[in-house]
């Protein structure tokens, strides 16, 4: 799977060939982080799916051992990932597919992860379980078995670019920010989960939602190539992606690979950990 992105039917073909796969489902709410995985339990998953929860497994720890807070998805450590990266049962070589219901906001977060440790195979189910269903795929209730192994190998470096809040502040005016976040939350009109409203002063708003059809899907390539093309051809220095919790800024990161148009970095602590410091400057409106 050379592409971050695969079909419905590409993987149903994939897994009626009995070509090995691992499905991690990744279905989640930010505002009920018990939802995702009552609705894998509940409502059925892929056939064979594991459940990889954002909080416990897609982030580590809000605050560090100073007491820092990192915001509220911080990455995990390296080694934590590595840990549950076998405990899921990927090891080298492994093909997963990441999914969920929700125009692939937390499937990419694990798509990101995986390359973050330099897994390159692995892609993004296009339009989730919704496409899945709506292709007559079927789903399942029941929780897989599986053969957990140990912690998935670290390269010296990871594969995948961050930064962290110190380089951004000192990187304002030179960093092309661009923030995946919806626009009124980028003006500051609304914040539902953050203490302050606003953004990163001369951050460029491009809601990870303009990255989908209708329907959940991910434009077709060419489209986000014109759509994002424009954006990265304006850059005056390296392109830094960002939103609420280092989450939907790796749908936008998703979305350019699939453009074919990179790599950008991440900025992993967001607006979340941003504003959480009085000192840092905030702007509002467009």
């Known amino acids: 799977m050379p592409m971050p992105l695969i079909d419905a039917t590409a993987l149903a073909q994939r897994l009626a060939d009995g070509s090995p796969t691992v499905l991690l489902d990744c279905s989640f709410e930010l505002t009920d982080p018990t939802a995702g995985e009552q609705q894998y339990a509940g409502q ?95 789903l399942e209730m029941s929780t897989p078995d599986w053969q957990a192994a140990a912690p998935y190998p670290l390269a010296a470096e990871p594969a995948m670019g961050t930064v962290e809040a110190d380089a951004v502040a000192a990187g304002i005016g030179r960093l092309c920010l661009i923030d995946a976040r919806a626009g009124e939350r980028f003006r500051g009109e609304t914040e539902p989960l953050d203490a302050v409203a606003g953004h990163i002063p001369g951050a460029l708003s491009q809601p990870f939602k303009d990255n989908l059809d209708a329907e959940g899907r991910f434009l077709p390539a060419m489209a986000l190539r014109q759509a994002w093309a424009p954006l990265l051809a304006g850059a005056g220095g390296p392109v830094v992606h960002h939103c609420g919790s280092g989450v939907t800024a790796c749908h936008n990161l998703l979305a350019v690979a699939a453009a074919g148009l990179g790599e950008g970095l991440l900025y992993p602590g967001s607006w979340s950990e941003w504003c959480a410091d009085p000192a840092r400057p905030v702007a509002t409106g467009g």
């Not at 064979?48 to 990455?75: E, M, N, W």
């Not at 997963?96 to 440790?117: E, P």
């Open 44 to 138: 059925g998953h892929l056939p064979g799916a594991r459940y990889a929860h954002v909080d416990r497994d897609l982030a580590g720890p809000r605050t560090d051992a100073t007491g820092r807070f990192r915001g509220r998805h911080p990455l995990p450590s390296p080694e934590a990932w590595a840990a549950t990266l076998g405990r899921l049962g990927i090891v080298p070589g492994s093909t997963v597919v990441a999914y969920d219901r929700h125009g692939s906001m937390y499937a990419a977060r694990a798509w990101w992860l995986l390359r973050w440790v330099g897994h390159a195979e692995v892609a993004v189910l296009d339009g989730g379980l919704q496409a899945w269903a709506a292709a007559d795929g079927a």
